[in-house]
């Protein structure tokens, strides 16, 4: 199975940028993809930005012109670059790794991590 840990969060004032980091361990073949997912209490949890092993990236666009993903292969590391964070922004951010696992025969599965919080203060 592959563990999947985020970090980076925290307190910081709106307008600031913060970086946040997932790094995924333990048994796997490939990483297909990683993802960055928020949730905010009370709302639904909502798709952030994904990155794949060659280095193509998405952003959504609640995100997008603000945000940067990034991946580094070698490390099995995900980052994600927040720029001019606000209110709006303030929730648990998970990491999501698409992977495939096995011996002879491959198997496509994903995990999650536990998140981490970002919280924007006015």
């Known amino acids: 199975q592959v563990q999947v840990l985020e970090s980076g969060g925290g307190l910081v004032q709106a307008g600031e940028s913060l970086t946040l980091s997932c790094i995924a361990s333990?048994?796997?073949?490939?990483?297909?993809?990683m993802g960055w997912f928020r949730q905010a209490p009370g709302k639904q949890r909502e798709w952030v930005a994904t990155?794949?092993?060659?280095?193509?990236?998405e952003v959504a666009q609640i995100a997008k012109g603000r945000f940067n993903i990034s991946m580094d292969n070698a490390k099995n590391t995900v980052y994600l670059r927040m720029n001019d964070l606000s209110f709006n922004d303030s929730a648990l951010y998970s990491c999501?790794?698409?992977?495939?696992?096995?011996?002879?025969?491959?198997?496509?599965?994903?995990?999650w991590g536990q998140g981490t919080l970002v919280t924007v203060s006015s």
């Open positions: 990155i794949t092993a060659g280095g193509y990236s």
């Open positions: 999501k790794v698409d992977y495939l696992h096995g011996w002879l025969i491959y198997q496509r599965s994903e995990s």
């Open positions: 333990g048994t796997f073949v490939r990483l297909n993809t």
